[in-house]
């Protein structure tokens, strides 16, 4: 109203008392204020109206006509008020003319009767357009058919899903149990082809999870099954992939990318990077297979590419027990180089007797043998002496010895059984000298 009352206020006549007296009404007039109950408001209202009436009665605005139409409208007269009609664009706009001066107090539910009457007015519901039906849905409280027509008329699912979304969270879904379920799945549809969309987008697909997150029926599910379609570009975003996955239980996804970033890494013949990846994941199928390759990198060269991880490899060493093994005899040789040859002749015996080494291995491992057996100090006693002989006899008996390892065995053979007869000699001696010290 002060718009109203300074737009009067231009008047050349605005200092007689029938502007005054309009004036005065118009900064009467009521407002709903927050600390204001209905009531209060409502009887305020009827007694300004019938104080505007009774002006109009006594003829204070007849020598100005528009004043007096003015008036008119103030006390809710219908063809008044009618007259302005032509003036409104929209039903809704005519709607909330007619109700500021006729019934400001209005309830809720009755909205819808006072929309439909408008609608008839500007044309029906034939001449309603996609704004005018989603608006048309608010004021009858229709949650379905407002998303259904914001769905039909906007490019994606952004405002539907939110919305449905901020009413979800402000309790008006739950009125009712069976249309609390019904608009409950539809907001589940929004959130979920909405975070799909996002999953699709270079930069946003991990703003997409989140809204999975609050997708409660199949937002996991379906997490899981996008998360296992994003591009992997770099390492670091697949080390985003996998924290995400971890966050949420999905070791599916993790096995899955894992094992892409290590396929990958093979490709680059980088075996040790690929076992990280493996790690990870702790897919015990694909750390065996990477530790068989990386024991035939050091069968073929001599040594290990990956020494700081299989140092370092921790609680991972479990994983699997090829991987165990790699692990031990990484051990061993870094025995051997640090002059540790005690420790490093019984962890040689132990990776054979155990049978923890892959048999393909055992011709490596006892040529690893043969310079402790040459030792001249006893490192191995006579009964680990026959245990690493009945450990060559079986492999001179085994008839599925890779056939690259079938040669290497036949051209070492014979200088392995001579250091473990040389070595059994010294150890049967040595054991035989202590005895008799001992009696």
């Not at 505007?52 to 204070?60: F, W």
């Not at 539809?186 to 987008?201: I, K, N, P």
């Not at 290497?408 to 202590?434: F, M, P, Q, V, W």
Request: hydrophobic share 45%; net charge negative.
């Amino acid at each position: 109203m002060d718009q109203a009352r300074n737009l009067l206020s231009l008047h050349s006549d605005f200092s007689s008392d029938m502007f005054a007296s309009m004036d005065e009404l118009l900064r009467k007039m009521p407002l709903s204020v927050a600390n204001l109950s209905m009531i209060e408001f409502d009887m305020q209202w009827r007694n300004w109206q019938m104080e505007v009436v009774g002006r109009l009665q006594v003829g204070e605005f007849a020598v100005y006509p528009e004043l007096n139409f003015i008036a008119e409208i103030l006390a809710g007269k219908e063809e008044a008020i009618n007259t302005v009609a032509d003036r409104c664009e929209t039903w809704y706009q005519w709607m909330v003319y007619k109700l500021l001066y006729t019934n400001p107090g209005v309830k809720s539910y009755d909205l819808g009767v006072y929309a439909q009457q408008a609608i008839d007015r500007f044309g029906g519901l034939q001449s309603l357009t996609s704004l005018d039906s989603v608006l048309l849905g608010i004021i009858e409280l229709d949650i379905p058919e407002v998303i259904r027509e914001l769905c039909l008329t906007l490019d994606n699912f952004w405002f539907p899903a939110h919305l449905l979304d901020l009413i979800h969270h402000s309790g008006a879904l739950n009125v009712d149990v069976q249309d609390s379920t019904v608009s409950a799945g539809l907001r589940e549809y929004l959130l979920l082809d909405y975070a799909t969309c996002l999953m699709s987008h270079n930069s946003l697909w991990q703003l997409g999870a989140v809204y999975f997150d609050y997708c409660p029926v199949q937002g996991s599910q379906r997490l899981e099954a996008m998360l296992g379609r994003v591009p992997i570009t770099s390492d670091y975003k697949a080390s985003k992939v996998i924290q995400m996955a971890n966050d949420r239980g999905l070791h599916s996804v993790v096995a899955s990318t894992c094992k892409v970033m290590g396929m990958k890494a093979l490709a680059r013949k980088d075996t040790g990077s690929a076992m990280a990846w493996a790690l990870k994941s702790q897919d015990a199928k694909f750390t065996t297979f990477l530790a068989d390759k990386l024991l035939a990198e050091y069968t073929h060269s001599g040594k290990f590419s990956s020494t700081d991880l299989l140092d370092n490899l921790g609680t991972s060493i479990i994983v699997s027990d090829r991987l165990t093994f790699l692990g031990k005899y990484r051990e061993f040789n870094r025995m051997r180089e640090e002059g540790d040859y005690q420790p490093a002749a019984d962890l040689l015996h132990s990776l054979l007797w155990s049978r923890l080494a892959p048999k393909y291995f055992w011709v490596t491992l006892l040529i690893d043998a043969i310079p402790f057996l040459n030792a001249d100090q006893v490192l191995l006693d006579s009964a680990q002496t026959y245990q690493l002989l009945q450990c060559l006899q079986e492999l001179v008996d085994d008839t599925t010895l890779p056939e690259k390892e079938q040669v290497l065995l036949e051209e070492k053979e014979k200088g392995i059984r001579l250091a473990l007869a040389k070595n059994l000699a010294l150890a049967l001696t040595k054991e035989g000298d202590a005895g008799l010290t001992y009696f």
